[in-house]
C-alpha cells in the first residue's frame, strides 16, 4: 500500500518536487510522534502520505468529490475556504482509490488543515506535523517546532493561534471549527498546567 501510494504521488506531484518533499517531511515528524506516543505507525505514514493528495485538483474537482461524498457536503462548502477543501477530497481519494476505512486515517487527513475541538491523537499528530515540517521556514513554523519538542498539546494551541492571527490579519475567512478547536486546546492546556 505504502509503496503503491509513494508512486501515485511521484505522478500527482510530478514538477512540483517541493510537495513531495514536504509530504515527506510531515511522514517523518508524524512518526517520530507516534513513535513518543505509541500510536499504530502505519495509519500514520499513510495518512501523512495521503493527506495532500489532491492538493492540486481544481476547485471543482474538490466540490464534486464533497457533494458526492459527505452529507454534510453544504455546511462544508459554506464553512470552509477552497485552500481547505482538499483535505475532504483527499479523505475521499483515501476511501475510493486506496479502499482505506480506517476511521483514523482518514479523520487525519480530514482536519490537518485547521484541526477540530476534541481532535484524536492521530489528527493531532497529522495537525501539528503539516504545520511543523522542516522544510517550513516562517517565523511561526520555527517557533512551534521548539515548542513542539518538550510541550505537544501548547505546540497545537499556538499553532491554531498563529494560523487564525495569519490570516484574519489578511483579512481571509476563519471557519468557526478553528476558533471552537482553539477554545478547546486552550482548555485542555489549562487543564494540564
Ligand atoms: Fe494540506
Ligand atoms: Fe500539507
Not at 501548547?154 to 468557526?176: F, G, R, T, W
Request: a negative charge; hydrophobic letters at 40%; glycine letters at 2%.
Amino acid at each position: 500500500m505504502i509503496k503503491r501510494i509513494i508512486a501515485d504521488l511521484e505522478v500527482a506531484y510530478d514538477h512540483k518536487p517541493h510537495r513531495l518533499d514536504h509530504v515527506f517531511g510531515v511522514r517523518d515528524i508524524a512518526l517520530k510522534f507516534g513513535r513518543q506516543f505509541n500510536c499504530n505507525l502505519e495509519w500514520l505514514e499513510i495518512a501523512a502520505l495521503l493527506h495532500d493528495i489532491t492538493k492540486y485538483e481544481s476547485e471543482e474537482f474538490h466540490r464534486t468529490m464533497i457533494k458526492q461524498y459527505y452529507d454534510d457536503a453544504e455546511m462544508i462548502l459554506n464553512e470552509y475556504n477552497t485552500n481547505i477543501l482538499h483535505a475532504f477530497s483527499a479523505a475521499v481519494v483515501a476511501r475510493t482509490k486506496y479502499g482505506i476505512t480506517n476511521e483514523e486515517i482518514l479523520n487525519a487527513i480530514t482536519h490537518h488543515t485547521i484541526g477540530r475541538p476534541g481532535m484524536s491523537i492521530y489528527e493531532e499528530i497529522l495537525f501539528l506535523s503539516d504545520y511543523i515540517e522542516p522544510n517550513r521556514t516562517y517565523e511561526s513554523c520555527v517557533r512551534v517546532r521548539k515548542i513542539a519538542d518538550h510541550a505537544f498539546v501548547k505546540a497545537i494551541y499556538v499553532a491554531m493561534q498563529d494560523s487564525i492571527n495569519h490570516h484574519e490579519k489578511q483579512q481571509a475567512l476563519v471557519p468557526n471549527t478553528a476558533y471552537q478547536a482553539l477554545q478547546y486546546y486552550q482548555h485542555k492546556l489549562e487543564e494540564q498546567e
